[in-house]
Nanobody, 114 residues
């Protein structure tokens, strides 16, 4: 069992930046990590993923604006979000994939509004 705790959400203006963190209760060295988001009335969608081997993929909607990274020594994954848009408003969830198992954090709200 792995616990994930997200932090760093909040209110940002369009064009602004936020940095999300996901702290885990165990080692993420062999774990695929990802960020997902869910806007009101919409399905949860993948934002970014970083595999245990370091391969990174982004949703087309965030390419060039968001950066995912991991610090295995701190068991933490980050999502740097720049040039934020109102459509980025959602609850952001951290995900850890270990084989067939998936663990989720409780989510952190990101609101982009002027």
């Amino acid at each position: 069992q792995m616990q994930l705790v997200e932090s760093g959400g909040g209110l940002a203006q369009p064009g602004g930046s936020l940095r999300l963190s996901c702290a885990t209760s165990g080692s993420i060295f062999f774990v695929n990590m990802g960020w997902y988001r869910q806007a009101p009335g919409k399905q949860r969608e993948l934002v970014a993923v970083i595999t245990r081997g370091g391969r990174i993929d982004y949703a087309d909607s965030v390419k060039g604006r968001f950066t995912i990274s991991r610090d295995n020594a701190k068991n933490t994954v980050y999502l740097q979000m720049n040039s934020l848009k109102p459509e980025d408003t959602a609850v952001y969830y951290c995900n850890a994939g270990i084989g067939a198992l998936n663990y989720w954090g409780q989510g952190t709200q990101v609101t982009v509004s002027s």
